[in-house]
């Protein structure tokens, strides 16, 4: 029996993929509030599962100087960051002699929210580190080019070229996946959308902490 736990972390505001290997078995999880996760009802049967967060509310006696929308955008990623926690800690057990965890580092030409990204990503870093049950613990920090790299061969592969690795993988685990969002044709890889690319990418993250740290 394999004794590590492996977990693949593509952290984002969107939507967080995560893939978690124990027991030679594959556990997918993605956390978004699209019609993708209202329409399927995925349950352990799919190895799939949609992820939600405890609804929250701001005290009304806190007095906020800044932008309350500001405030409540970090309390939405803390609570984020502890349903991640959650998820993974319901992996371990006494069987579990160690936990190795893997996540992209920042790409730093990116755009858009980078400022709402950096503060999600410091709080579930910090919360990885404090929070896991389990002492035995090392977490992987990796430059999105080197999983681009590790999954496709090239660095600066795009998301099309991702899905197109993991989909010619060919396992039972990957064909089930893709099975589940019905994607079978090329015109879907041109036009993939969350949650499928952040789980490919949580994928190919928890692969290369699978090869690399035995």
Known sequence: MNKKLYIGIDASIKCTGITIFKDNNYYFYYYNSDKVAKIRKLTEDNFLYNFD?????????LKIIEDKKDFSDTIYYSEK???????????IDTNTEEIIIGLEGYALGGMGMIFN???????LKE?????????NKTIYIFKPTNI?????????SKKPQMLKAFR???SDTTNKLLDIFNINNDEYIKNIKSPVEDLVDSYF???KIMVSYK
Not at 53 to 61: A, M
Not at 149 to 156: D, E, I, M, Q
């Open 53 to 61: 967060i405890e609804n929250f509310r701001i005290d009304n006696k």
């Open 81 to 91: 960051a502890d349903s991640i926690i959650k998820i993974i800690n319901s992996y």
């Open 117 to 123: 990204i950096a503060e999600f990503c410091g709080l």
């Open 127 to 135: 919360k990885l580190y404090s929070k896991i049950n389990h002492k």
């Open 148 to 156: 681009k790299k590790f999954a496709t061969g090239k660095g600066n």
């Open 168 to 170: 010619e993988i060919n």
């Open 205 to 207: 993250i928890c692969k």
